[in-house]
């Protein structure tokens, strides 16, 4: 499993990100994730990859065989499914190489349209905005090509390298108007 770094804790990433970095490497082994919080905790899940595909899912509820036998791949992808709405739980991964013939998920199955962490903002609070659209000087209407515009032209006239000859603690009273104004317009954009 070279160069791949995975979490210790599904809280940190998703299982859709952890996927698709085992796939990108096409490593071979077991992804375990054992649930932490809850009920359910200590209970244990396995997802089985081959060459970076998902060859088959143990689910610690279900009985029976983890792979399809010559299927589609629809049981497979059902138990990976409900792995999916896990929040938490602590990850470990087993290198390991199982030669059976198994149908496997391709990426498309097991990574299309799953949430990413990168994909997790937050909306501001009705105050933050509000708050910030008037450091912009902008009204509860704006839109995201007015803020963008104010926010260019601020930056045009707050900038410090804009005023070469104003004393030092002028300068830093600009640079910290323009980092304000910089969290504002990232409020804005979140």
């Known amino acids: ?21 085992l796939h990108r ?18 209970r244990a899940h396995k997802i089985h ?14 009985a029976g065989a983890s792979h399809d036998e010559g299927g589609v791949g629809g049981a497979t992808l059902r138990r990976l ?5 896990l929040d938490d739980a602590e990850l470990s991964f087993r290198v390991a190489h199982r030669r059976s013939e198994v149908t496997e998920l391709g990426p498309g199955a ?16 009705p105050a933050d905005r509000t708050r ?5 000087g902008l009204d509860l209407g704006a839109t ?14 707050f900038h410090p390298d804009r005023h070469a000859g104003a004393p030092a603690a002028e300068k830093r009273a600009l640079s910290l108007r323009l980092v304000e104004l910089t969290q ?5 954009r979140a």
Request: hydrophobic residues 45%.
């Open 1 to 21: 499993m070279t160069g791949v770094s995975l979490p210790r804790r599904l809280s940190a990433t998703t299982l859709g990100d952890l996927l698709g970095s």
């Open 25 to 42: 490497a096409r490593v071979t082994g077991t992804l375990e994730l054992t649930e932490v919080r809850g009920v359910t905790a200590g």
């Open 49 to 62: 990859l081959r060459e970076g595909l998902v060859v088959g899912v143990d689910a610690a509820n279900e």
């Open 81 to 85: 499914e409900a792995l999916f709405a």
């Open 110 to 125: 097991f990574l299309s349209g799953r949430a990413r962490a990168r994909d997790r903002r937050r909306e501001p609070a």
């Open 132 to 136: 910030a659209l008037s450091m912009l």
């Open 144 to 157: 995201a090509a007015e803020v963008h515009e104010a926010f260019k032209q601020l930056v045009l006239r």
């Open 184 to 188: 504002a317009y990232q409020t804005l």
